[in-house]
């Protein structure tokens, strides 16, 4: 698969390494932009406040399926959106889900340690769901659908959840969520 990337810092970075190992092409963009025109999916993988800014300059998104990874850690979504994820919608009119922003991107290396496999929220667009779920797993984690696009605000606010779990004492965590006979 055509991977674009739009961030190349922790999480962008982490996970296009991870899809390189999986055989992936992926193209990393960093603040300059670029064209996107031949990816096939567009992760979009930088601060949440500056979500915006850094769309500005890539182009080649209209129609595209596109992937939000970022969080709204001091931030809050660009004026008339309830997430960034709709916002990126709004843009490109393509197929888009919320995903990789629930994990600590400090723990993509240590994935294949886990004794299971640890999961990943994504929320999002029917259209979206092949990809992001092949996305996840060669990645290294099993997807866990979480409703359609409109979710997307709830799942950019379990991170202060898990950030406060992490400051409890527990540190950085993977999860897994499943039916007690798959746990």
Known sequence: MKIAVVGRGNVGGGLGDLWEQASHEVKKLGR???????????VVAVPGGMIAEALKNVQGMEGKMVVDATNLVG????????????FVKSGTNGPTAKSFNTNFAALYGRIGEAPSTPCNLWCGDEEARQ???QLNRDAGFEPVYAGPLENAALQEN????EFAINQGGLGRFFY?????DQL
């Not at 300059?32 to 567009?42: C, K, N, T």
């Not at 379990?158 to 959840?161: E, G, Q, S, T």
């Not at 897994?176 to 007690?180: F, G, L, Q, W």
Request: glycine share 8%; charged share 30%.
């Open 131 to 133: 990809v992001v779920e």
């Open 176 to 180: 897994r969520m499943a039916p007690p």
């Open 158 to 161: 379990f991170l202060k959840l």
């Open 75 to 86: 931030a809050d979504p660009p004026e008339g959106f309830s997430s960034n994820a709709e």
């Open 32 to 42: 300059e932009g670029g064209d996107v025109s031949d990816a096939e999916v567009v």
